[in-house]
């Protein structure tokens, strides 16, 4: 099936995160140089990029 896909894009993945308004934003997929680049573009919301064996509560 090409041209489908079930992941978002940047720009569908910001404005599901500016319509919710978290508190806090996880990004565990992905790329370090591509997480940062999208971590940066994310505001008013805590940023965590949790390593393998991290325990986060939610």
Do not use: Y
Request: net charge negative; aromatic share 6%.
């Amino acid at each position: 099936m090409n041209g489908f896909s079930a992941h978002a894009d940047q720009r569908e993945l910001l404005a599901w995160q500016q319509a919710l308004k978290p508190e806090q934003t996880i990004l565990v997929h992905g790329d370090p140089h591509s997480m940062d680049a999208f971590a940066a573009l994310l505001k008013n919301t805590r940023v965590q990029r949790p390593k393998q064996g991290d325990v986060i509560d939610l």
